[in-house]
Nanobody, 116 residues
């Protein structure tokens, strides 16, 4: 079992920055990748970014060049550094962890609101 706890959400002005954190606990040795998804009101949850234990990363086109995902494997923590935030980035952001047999774990979500 893996537990995920997100933090760092809040209100920020357009063009500003925010950093989200996600701490994993439990059977963290089983985690192959950690990442972030988001869900805006009335929309489906969408992929944002992920980072594999080996170091490779992947980003959604909508955030590429603005967001950076980093991971501290020794602390079982993943971060999402969000720069140049836009109102369309407003959503609940969910931390995700995928183990080596492709089982997904989810955090409770943290609200990010970007004002004009």
């Amino acid at each position: 079992q893996v537990q995920l706890v997100e933090s760092g959400g809040g209100l920020v002005q357009a063009g500003g920055s925010l950093t989200l954190s996600c701490a994993a606990s439990g059977r963290t040795f089983s985690i192959n990748a950690m990442g972030w998804y988001r869900q805006a009101p009335g929309k489906q949850r969408e992929f944002v970014a992920l980072k594999y234990t080996g170091g490779s990363t992947n980003y959604a086109d909508s955030v590429k060049g603005r967001f950076t995902i980093s991971r501290d494997n020794t602390k079982n923590t993943v971060f999402l550094l969000m720069n140049s935030l836009k109102p369309e980035d407003t959503a609940v952001y969910y931390c995700n962890a995928r183990d080596f047999v492709a089982y997904d774990y989810w955090g409770q979500g943290t609200q990010v609101t970007v004002s004009s």
